[in-house]
């Protein structure tokens, strides 16, 4: 028996090279002599000649005829395939370079595998409607086979849908309000909704039931459904109550500390929000604690154009003390403050001398101090300085003193929300006032070290022992 295979094989491969030398050299001949449409006649004779001949050998086994029609039936869908792709896909590229797909890198958005992932329906098409040609086939088979190409169609439609959506989404992207209005959790919200009518339609295909049927028995599993998806169900909801309500964008500043998020939103999809701290690592929130727990949005200070600086000077409350006549004319030298001086000046001789009118001790008199002209200048300096936003709240107040001093603090907002601006401006003015602090007899109370102690000791011993000495 296997001899007898041996020996058919050998016959048809030496018939099919009959053939291929037939088709090579017969047909040309054929085509040149006798003219174009003669010899597409004669060829086609020749071939129906040729496939009578190769039926007819292969008759006793009629296994390899069917394993050949089945070579040859593979051969078709991928040759149709590979036509598909050929033809399809340039023209399909000539017509993206001149759409709104012409900026996008990566071949015009080809690499989202949208055209290849539809190429792939026409081999399944072939296959389906040419296994009924396969001889010997039994029905079942042939059922099982279209059943299964159907199903692959299914499914590649799907998949293609679902890359179009993400091209789509990559489109959306490139608008200059896509930040401020993402569809990345529509998109993926739809791609969940595909996915499961994808799958209903294929598990109808294959045991070749309406899909009505299986809708209907999935009412008893809703259920289970809304558990199995109930993060995606709140996570859907929080996604369109930030959206509708525009709590957060792609670029926005929030601060979450119970979540660990400090930095800028890099990401707003479906189920999780991504933010890039400050010190460049990436935090994942869930986006349904967007909507249950409390966090910060920066973008409000970006918007309005101001940056608060909420800051306390700790000066020593044992260096406040009045001026005398001399000190009060030495702050008029300061062109700020000289309006300042003057009118201050003005009000107390005025309720001094209604005091003294009535006879009342010069020890109730009122006068200026170091702390309130200081306070005023800082007060003036703030609304000169070009750096200060003059159209928001500027105050210079006292807070409640506390042991580490009496906090002057200084509460105003920088015109420029820039992080290195608002910080050298911040500082720029804080240098300032540390370093004018001696002109109005101030200090600035700070906690003592050990050598600072040890110093105040030494000095202390010093005078002790010189007092001693002198009384000696």
């Known amino acids: 028996m296997v001899v007898r295979q041996t020996c058919a094989a050998v016959e048809i491969i030496c018939f099919l090279v009959q053939c291929q030398c037939v088709g090579i050299r017969g047909y040309p001949m054929l085509y040149i002599e006798g003219g174009c449409d003669f010899g597409v006649i004669m060829f ?107 199903a692959f169609i299914v499914l590649t439609v799907a998949l293609a849908l679902a890359r179009l959506m993400d091209l789509a989404n990559q489109v959306y992207e490139r608008r200059p309000d896509a930040q401020h209005k993402p569809i990345k959790s529509y998109v993926q919200l739809l791609k969940i909704v595909l996915g499961l009518f994808t799958a209903v339609m294929m598990i109808s295909v294959l045991i070749d ?28 909801v929080a996604s369109v109550t930030i959206n509708s309500n525009d709590m957060v964008r792609v670029g926005d500043w929030i601060e979450m500390p119970q979540q660990g998020a400090d930095g800028d ?90 005091l003294s009118s009535q006879g009342v001790a010069s020890v109730n008199a009122r006068r200026i101090t170091n702390l309130g002209t200081f306070r005023a200048y800082v007060e003036h300096y703030l609304r000169a300085s070009p750096h200060v936003h003059q159209e928001m709240t500027l105050l210079v107040r006292q807070l409640q003193p506390t042991d580490l001093g009496l906090p002057l603090e200084i509460y105003c907002f920088t015109n420029n929300t820039d992080w290195v601006a608002y910080e050298q401006i911040q500082s720029d003015i804080f240098d300032h006032l540390l370093a004018l602090l001696p002109q109005f007899g101030l200090r600035v109370f700070q906690s003592s070290s050990d050598t600072m102690l040890m110093e105040t000791a030494q000095r202390l011993s010093a005078i002790s022992a010189a007092l001693t000495e002198r009384a000696h």
């Open 209 to 236: 039931k309406s899909p009505l049927i299986l809708l209907s028995g999935l009412g008893a599993m809703m259920a289970v459904l809304i558990l199995v998806f109930q993060d995606t169900l709140l996570s859907l």
């Open 44 to 150: 086609n004779a020749s071939i129906a000649i040729t496939w009578t001949h190769l039926h007819d050998v292969l008759a006793p086994y009629p296994w390899v005829y069917r394993v050949l029609a089945t070579i040859m039936l593979l051969l078709a869908a991928w040759f149709a395939n590979w036509v598909t792709k050929r033809v399809l896909l340039r023209g399909v590229q000539r017509v993206l370079r001149s759409s709104v797909l012409a900026g996008e890198e990566g071949g015009y958005g080809m690499r989202l595998g949208v055209i290849p992932r539809l190429a792939n329906v026409v081999p399944a098409l072939v296959l389906s409607l040419g296994v009924a040609a396969v001889p010997d086939v039994p029905l079942v088979v042939v059922a099982v086979v279209r059943n299964v190409c159907t």
């Open 265 to 354: 939103v890099i990401d707003i999809a479906l189920h999780t929000i991504k933010v890039q701290n400050w010190d460049k690592t990436i935090t994942a929130i869930p986006i349904k604690r967007l909507i249950t727990d409390s966090f910060k949005n920066w973008r409000g200070m970006h918007e309005s154009g101001g940056r608060r600086i909420k800051r306390s000077l700790f000066l020593d409350q044992c260096s406040v003390r009045f001026l005398d006549d001399s000190e009060i004319a030495r702050m008029r030298e300061f062109s700020i403050l000289r309006d300042y001086i003057d009118a201050k000046c003005e009000s107390l001789a005025e309720w001094n001398v209604a």
